[in-house]
């Protein structure tokens, strides 16, 4: 008697669909950042693997919202998006109901954040430097429980002695200067810092008025002139 697989006597042959076509959903994952196009790159990065189911948000409220209403196994949040506050969203949302674990991810803060958020038993520290091997290796390594930073990132020199002019300034001050004297408009600073123009536009303001000058070249000259880059 020949045997034919797949049938009975009462049944006709039939397709079976392989076991292994398509990976079950192992993780969801949020990930919040106001920038569409990298918010979009993250998205496809982290679907392109298999395993990992993605929601996205716009800024800090959307994602309190979305983690109210749908469970996620890990929560990514850009620093510096609208609603955060830095490590105030951070601690906000790690107190939100639920068993979702949150990280950091940016492209601006520096070790002191990362420390910090390591520190406030975050999930993490992604900074967007990240290749899209090792964010996607991160994101399950953090959704398995552990904590991520890059060594490379915690490792890297501290900036030496602060020069008197420097001291003047608030970080983010000092960063939007760098892009002043580096020929930057105002746009691609913004864009370099992952902030708005007008908070840019704020920035420059307090800074003039800290070093005693009136306009972006004034500012340009005397921290060139002062050997502040």
Avoid at 38 to 61: C, H, K, N, Q, V
Wanted: hydrophobic share 40%; proline share 5%; glycine share 6%.
């Amino acid at each position: 008697m020949d045997i034919e697989f797949g049938t009975t006597a009462s049944q006709p042959p039939r397709a079976v669909r392989p076991t292994l076509s398509k990976r079950p959903l192992d993780m969801r994952i949020l990930i919040a950042d106001d920038h569409d196009l990298l918010r979009e790159t993250l998205d496809m990065f982290l679907t392109s693997e298999g395993g990992i189911e993605t929601e996205t948000a716009a800024d800090y409220t959307e994602a309190e919202r979305l983690v109210s209403e749908s469970a996620f196994d890990l929560v990514l949040l850009d620093f510096s998006m609208p609603g955060m506050q830095g490590l105030d969203g951070l601690a906000r949302m790690m107190a939100m109901p639920g068993d979702h674990r949150v990280a950091i991810i940016s492209g601006t803060a520096d070790q002191d954040v990362a420390q910090q958020t390591l520190a406030s038993g975050a999930a993490g520290f992604l900074p967007k430097t990240l290749s899209a091997k090792s964010l996607i290796n991160a994101v399950r390594f953090m959704a398995m429980g552990e904590q991520y930073a890059p060594l490379e990132f915690l490792r890297a020199p501290t900036p030496v002695a602060q020069h008197p002019l420097a001291e003047k300034l608030s970080q983010r001050e000092f960063e939007v200067l760098r892009g002043l004297t580096e020929g930057k408009s105002n746009k691609e600073i913004a864009r370099d810092l992952d902030i708005r123009e007008p908070t840019v536009k704020l920035h420059m303001k307090t800074l003039y008025r800290k070093i005693g000058v009136s306009n972006r070249t004034q500012a340009a000259m005397i921290a060139r002139d002062e050997g502040l880059f």
